[in-house]
């Protein structure tokens, strides 16, 4: 993991940037494809399994749904931090952990396939409830989903979180 902003990117993370909406779209359940190449279907299959997955609280599905080289790049009041899949992966997991009612929603638009990767725009609206507070964060991101064993996983995430 690259670290942007020091030693305290994860504590900063965890209180100021939705978790899954680190990744705008990382997601839950490992998704079966016939097809040999990407499709839109994929992608929306994809979208589909990240909501799954986050509103379960589900860390091994979501594991599932992103790539092993995976890079997430998130952007906050014009700070910027890169996370890895294992960083990402412990950062949703402390996440929960510390937060009730948790609730998450994706739109996928913007689909641009070329050979066994898609590129998308991609929208989250997260909420939860932490000491008592109700917090609320839209992340919208650029993503590159690739495919692995006939499914869509997320090779790349460019993110803006914004907290309402």
Do not use: C, H, P
Not at 70 to 89: N, V
Not at 119 to 138: H, I, L, P, R, Y
């Amino acid at each position: 993991m690259k670290r942007v902003w020091g030693k305290g990117l994860i504590a900063l993370l965890i209180k100021s940037a939705g978790v899954t909406a680190v990744v705008a779209a990382a997601s839950a359940i490992s998704i079966n494809a016939q097809a040999a190449t990407m499709s839109n279907a994929l992608v929306q299959n994809y979208a589909a399994a990240m909501k799954s997955a986050a509103n379960s609280q589900n860390s091994n599905q979501v594991a599932r749904l992103v790539s092993d080289d995976a890079l997430i790049s998130m952007s906050r009041k014009g700070k910027t931090t890169s996370l890895d899949k294992d960083a990402y992966l412990q950062l949703l997991q402390r996440s929960w952990r510390d937060t009730s009612n948790y609730r998450y929603d994706i739109t996928v638009d913007n689909i641009v396939i070329t050979g066994d990767q898609a590129k998308a725009n991609v929208t989250t609206n997260e909420s939860w409830v932490k000491d008592g507070q109700k917090v609320s964060f839209v992340t919208s991101s650029r993503v590159t989903l690739t495919l692995s064993t006939g499914n869509a996983v997320l090779l790349r995430a460019v993110s803006q979180v914004t907290i309402n």
